[in-house]
């Protein structure tokens, strides 16, 4: 697992519109990273540090058909996305939950 101990500090910004006036700002924890990245443009996932609010990074999923069945089961609001993280980074995010269980500093 790769894991990144220095926290970054995301502005939250609503996805169309204009910013609102109390932006809500994010100290989020890099927990792991797809082990396959060949660049930038990577699956992820990070935790928010103050709230325990996961944060993952995928391929937004576009296929209609794909995008019908989730919105069948959970419903995808219009500030949502779906994406995809690949099957090869599951035992990633299964021990980095475990770690995170154990972590005190985060709710």
């Given at each position: 697992?790769t894991?990144?101990?220095?926290?970054?500090t995301?502005?939250?910004?609503?996805?169309c519109?204009t910013?609102?006036?109390?932006?809500e700002?994010m100290?989020?924890?890099?927990?792991?990273?797809?082990?396959?990245?060949?660049?930038?443009d990577?699956?992820?996932?990070?935790v928010?540090?103050?709230?325990g609010?996961?944060?993952f990074?995928?391929?937004?999923?576009?296929d209609?058909?794909?995008?019908?069945?989730?919105s069948?089961?959970?419903?995808i609001k219009?500030?949502?996305?779906?994406?995809?993280i690949?099957a090869?980074?599951r035992?990633?995010?299964?021990?980095?939950l475990?770690?995170l269980?154990?972590?005190?500093?985060i709710?």
């Amino acid at each position: 697992m790769t894991a990144y101990p220095n926290p970054f500090t995301l502005a939250m910004r609503p996805q169309c519109g204009t910013p609102k006036a109390s932006e809500e700002i994010m100290r989020l924890r890099f927990l792991v990273v797809d082990p396959n990245t060949q660049g930038d443009d990577c699956p992820a996932m990070q935790v928010n540090e103050e709230t325990g609010d996961l944060a993952f990074v995928g391929e937004t999923i576009t296929d209609p058909d794909a995008l019908t069945q989730l919105s069948a089961s959970s419903g995808i609001k219009e500030s949502e996305t779906a994406i995809l993280i690949p099957a090869r980074m599951r035992k990633l995010i299964l021990e980095a939950l475990r770690e995170l269980e154990d972590d005190p500093t985060i709710p």
